[in-house]
């Protein structure tokens, strides 16, 4: 049998009103006031939407099965089915203010790319599977990726199962009670290629007035918990060179981690998300101030210079202002580079059908980042409305997500093999 890389027809799209109306279908299970979503994982809202994508893979003539931590695999058999399966796909729990689009449209678009399979009667060589992770979101559960985490080992199942949420309960009574604690083991089975479409959750896609971004690579992410020990002193009496004021400090850390990032530019990010000062007085000088850093960066080594820098930094302000800073690490992620197969797949289908395009980094975490350390993966990003997402406020265009669900049916086929028309 002869493969294809490119269908002969060339340009194959999907059926972008059935894409628009499942994703407004699954957006009622949830809807909130304001027509977002609040789909906290393993609830009953989740069951719900579970049991409806399960209900749509089989309509799709496809194979259910959920492994031990309850993802779901909705499984279009090929044509030698002892090949590793193309898989796509992403979450449908959400944040308790999420929209109807983040992880929902991966999910869609996957169910879409197999429908419109069917429709053109289109036999792939490898299987191609759909999946629904588990607690992408983990806001109920810590920590986040918690479905793909556990099937390709990143996560331990015991462990895992045995995390609890704010009320006491644990993912695993939470599986069962949903009915969602699935027999197939974990880790999970091989994978030939993962594709991942995802709205882009940022501003870049819009501001540049493209379609689809090709994702390259995830930026590496290194997060701390800063402390400054100054002295708290009475605002008047203390005149202005006698002071150990952590507030001072922290503020002079603000403008440093945000000057670090830029000139580590274009992929360098510096974010302080939170700041407590103490004693929080208007008439006292700050004795103590509690802060977060979260540097982001493509390549290992700017990453590691940008925290060695504000290392620097700091001892230099101990020095001048006379006050103690400690820096602990609270999350490390390595930069990553999707696989150039699949980059390329996502970008030849994008400029194939025509669409404005540019190969643009995730800044965030998703699923296909566990994926990428199992199989070869890539990821296609649409465009939200102002780049707002994990929020009800969340909108994406239907063309455009038409587009995006596009250039992932074409590469998935293409990733699995087509027979040749005869
Ligand atoms: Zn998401």
Not at 22 to 27: D, R
Not at 105 to 123: C, P, Q, T, Y
Not at 225 to 253: K, W
Not at 272 to 278: A, I, Q, S
């Amino acid at each position: 049998m002869k493969t294809q890389r490119i269908p002969q027809n060339g340009l194959l799209t999907v059926d972008r009103d059935r894409l628009w109306n499942s994703l407004m279908e699954q957006g009622k299970i949830g809807e909130t006031d304001k027509g977002g979503l609040n789909r906290q994982a393993l609830t009953d809202l989740d069951r719900q939407v579970r049991e409806l994508f399960m209900k749509w893979g089989k309509e799709a003539g496809c194979e259910v099965s959920i492994d031990q931590i309850g993802n779901i695999f909705v499984r279009r058999p090929g044509v030698d089915n002892s090949l590793p399966p193309v898989m796509t796909g992403s979450h449908i729990d959400t944040q308790p203010t999420g929209g109807k689009f983040d992880g929902c449209f991966g999910v869609m678009a996957g169910l879409e790319s197999i429908r419109r399979m069917n429709d053109l009667g289109i036999k792939t060589r490898a299987p191609v599977e759909v999946v629904a992770w588990t607690n992408e979101e983990g806001c109920r559960f810590p920590p986040c990726m918690m479905g793909s985490g556990v099937f390709t080992g990143e996560f331990e199942l015991e462990s895992t199962l045995a995390i609890c949420d704010a009320g006491g309960i644990s993912v695993g009574e939470a599986l069962t009670k949903i009915g969602f604690a699935g027999e197939k083991p974990v880790p999970g089975h091989q994978v030939g290629a993962y594709f991942e479409a995802h709205i882009e959750q940022g501003p870049v896609l819009e501001d540049a007035e493209k379609t689809i971004g090709v994702v390259i690579g995830a930026l590496g992410q290194k997060w701390f918990d800063l402390s400054i020990q100054g002295v708290e002193s009475h605002a008047g009496p203390t005149p202005m060179s006698l002071r150990h004021d952590a507030g001072l400090v922290a503020a002079e850390l603000i403008t440093f981690v945000n000057r670090t990032a830029l000139e580590y530019a274009p992929h360098g990010r510096g974010t302080v998300g939170c700041l407590d000062l103490f004693p929080g007085s208007r008439n006292v000088i700050p004795g103590q101030v509690n802060m977060t850093v979260d540097f982001r960066h493509l390549e290992a080594d700017a990453l590691d210079a940008m925290v060695t820098g504000l290392k620097v930094k700091i001892a230099e302000l101990e020095e001048l202002h006379g006050v103690q800073i400690s820096l602990a690490p609270t999350a490390d992620f390595a930069p990553l580079y999707f696989a150039d197969k699949c980059v390329s797949y996502v970008r030849d289908a994008a400029e194939a059908l025509g669409f404005g395009h540019m190969d643009i980094v995730s800044g965030a975490g998703h699923d296909a980042i566990f994926l990428a350390e199992k199989a070869p993966a890539g990821m296609i990003f649409v465009p939200c409305e102002g780049g707002i997402s994990h929020n009800e406020m969340e909108r994406a265009d239907a063309d455009d997500l038409a587009a995006g669900a596009s250039v992932l049916l074409n590469a998935l086929i293409n990733a699995a093999g087509i027979e040749e028309a005869k």
